[in-house]
């Protein structure tokens, strides 16, 4: 295997959970050094998720959500409660080139991971907080919060409402990866800046607002014409028909959007021109737009007939934009995964077998990038302490006893 790009830089990643752990990951899988911190005072919750364990068997190190988020990197304990703890977390700090947290500003104080205190021990670092809203600013810079709230508190389950109902949540926490992959273009960019002038800086992520940056039509509707939009559901501003429809079986959908007229007659040709194709509500875009309530009822009655992985498959040979509603199992089955390659297995010695998401995207030049086991709790104390650190064999036994590589 040939160089990785992001070889010999280190990243120092004290997040947990979801949205830091991403940025780490994205960075480590692309060859950087990423050495994970946690303590058995502030583990990385998702190797405790109980229901993402091995066989239902409990252990720090068998969890398939920490597997998920967290192969490619080494893992340390560092009791950063313990003022020795903190000294070792700036030393370590002092070796690396990207610092990540992900904690509400009163435990990142809490824990001595401002970036100032980041900044005194090593003064180019390009540091990473991802938080609710931010770190700066007014009141909810103080906030704890998790993705679904920075959804809801920039408005995107009330714009996925369906008219006259309640708002609507995205399954999972989607923001935090939002959130997580776009900070990956922030950080080299600090770190190409700073290779061009020497200075680092501090990237203050919002998951917030990168969400908000994600509905620019549902904001500049208002800003420019007044119109609040919101419930607006699977509706698009000019396609119709845009929805999910239901098929045959239980709970089984697909999607169809069809974007002109040609796009519509080839529609109708795939569900064999009846004959309410040809009504005078249904002869343009705009007509069906206006009518769309009754169109999306004449196609769900067609589509109920249709198994969804065959009927998705026969409207894109028409020509027509249309795409399976998957569940889980669909997906971990789905030939084009396998074939491109984003599913992958990983052998653990613990956990026994288990399918992975690998990166979205291929790189020519790079044909394997680093899909290395995820860590153990604390499998690389003595590489990192011992070796990176230089701390003797005595005193890693001393410190171990005294609870601070805990």
Known sequence: MGRLPLEG?????????????????????????????????????????????????????????????????????LN?????????????????????????????????????QVRAARQDIVMVSVSLLGKTGLEPAE????????A?????????????????????????????????FHVLAALRHRKRTGEGQWIDASMGETVLGQMPEWCMDYFMNGRDRRQWGNRDDVMAPHNTYPCAGEDKWIAIAVRDQAEWEALCRAMGAPEWTRDTQFADQVSRW??????????????????????????????????????SVEL????????????????????GKRVLPGMPVKLSNVPQLNLSPPPDMGQHNKEIFGGLLGLSEEEIRRLTEENVLY
């Open 9 to 77: 830089l280190r990243v120092a990643d004290f997040s947990w959970i979801i949205n830091g752990p991403q940025v780490a990951q994205w960075l480590g899988t692309m060859g950087a050094e990423v050495i994970k911190v946690e303590s058995q005072v502030y583990p990385d919750l998702t190797r405790l998720f109980p229901n993402c364990m091995a066989d239902r068997v409990r252990g720090p190190n068998r969890s398939g959500f920490f597997h998920l988020l967290n192969y490619g990197k080494k893992a340390i304990t």
């Open 80 to 116: 950063l409660s313990k003022p020795r703890g903190r000294e070792l977390a700036y030393e370590l700090i002092r070796y690396s080139d990207v610092v990540i947290e992900c904690y509400p500003a009163p435990t990142a104080r809490k824990l001595g991971l401002t970036y100032e």
């Open 143 to 150: 906030w704890v919060g998790w993705g679904p709230m920075a």
């Open 152 to 184: 809801s508190f920039v408005g995107m389950f009330d714009a996925q409402g369906y008219p006259g109902g309640p708002p609507r949540q995205t399954g999972g926490t989607w923001p935090d990866y939002a959130v997580g992959t776009a900070v990956v």
């Open 290 to 327: 206006k009518n769309r309530n009754q169109l999306d009822e004449r196609i769900g009655q067609w589509t109920r007939a249709h198994d969804h992985l065959v009927l998705a498959a026969t409207l894109q040979r028409a020509g027509v934009a249309a795409g399976a509603v998957l569940d």
């Open 332 to 351: 971990h089955q789905d030939r084009q995964l396998w074939e491109w390659g984003y599913w992958w297995e990983l052998n653990h010695h613990e956990a």
